[in-house]
């Protein structure tokens, strides 16, 4: 295949609905009008098609997503969205002023480092029944640091007034913690941004209840 055809084809994202950090990569194509293919990984049956071989390979991680791009197969989801911010037209999801970039990253870590991996399904399949106790622990542990954080650093969203890659973790991490039942409202910051994202068309169209593989149960 020619180079100039590898650039062309849609990308391909390897997605669960529910997942965040697959929702993080929706987000992102959707705020820069990319269309793409995508393709269902059911984290549940069959014992976790992340598991499988053939997907192992596409991410050794187990772990959705993974995404299919000018020829190159990704994953990581932070990778794929700056990928996509340094390769395709748009907004931009990192501000060029490097105090401004470096606030985007330090949020964006703090939840994709800081709280999501302690929450995911292979640390609660460990953890067994204690799950919920487990996972609302360190999310308000998470959402604690992140509060005052934000209080300094959000204008209309979560560094300043431009969207950026830190407001595409958040939202994600709040219908996670939703999902916990952690009392959002004790993180006023926190729940004023998210409402004010989700009211976004590229929130709404990439949310969990409107995938192709959402449970006709829990469409909206
Ligand atoms: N750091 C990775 C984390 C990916 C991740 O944790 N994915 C979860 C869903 S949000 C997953 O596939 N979990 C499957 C499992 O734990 O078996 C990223 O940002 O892409």
Not at 76 to 84: E, G, K, N, T
Not at 130 to 142: A, D, L, T
Not at 185 to 198: A, D, F, S, W
Request: hydrophobic share 40%.
């Amino acid at each position: 295949m020619h180079l100039s055809s590898v650039c062309l084809a849609k990308p391909v994202l390897y997605s669960y609905f529910r997942s965040s950090c697959s929702w993080r990569v929706r987000i992102a194509f959707a705020l820069k009008g990319i269309e793409y293919n995508l393709v269902p990984v059911n984290l549940i049956k069959d014992g976790g098609q992340q598991r499988s071989e053939q997907y192992s390979k596409l991410n050794p991680m187990q772990q959705v997503p993974a995404v299919e791009i000018d020829g190159i197969t990704l994953c990581q989801s932070l990778a794929v969205i700056q990928y996509i911010d340094e390769t395709r037209p748009g907004p931009c999801l990192l501000p060029v002023d490097p105090k401004a970039r470096a606030k985007v990253r330090m949020i964006s870590d703090l939840i994709a480092s800081g709280i999501q991996p302690i929450q995911n399904l292979s640390v609660l399949q460990k953890v067994g029944e204690e799950k919920v106790p487990w996972g609302q622990h360190f999310i308000n542990r998470g959402f604690q640091a992140l509060e005052p954080i934000l209080k300094e650093t959000s204008g209309k969203y979560c560094v300043g007034d431009e969207i950026s890659m830190a407001d595409i973790c958040l939202v994600p991490q709040v219908y996670n913690a939703e999902r916990f039942k952690v009392d959002i409202g004790q993180y006023p910051t926190i729940r004023k941004i998210n409402e004010t994202l989700l009211e976004l068309e590229a929130f709404k169209v990439s949310h969990p209840s409107h995938q192709p593989d959402t449970p006709a149960n829990l469409q909206a």
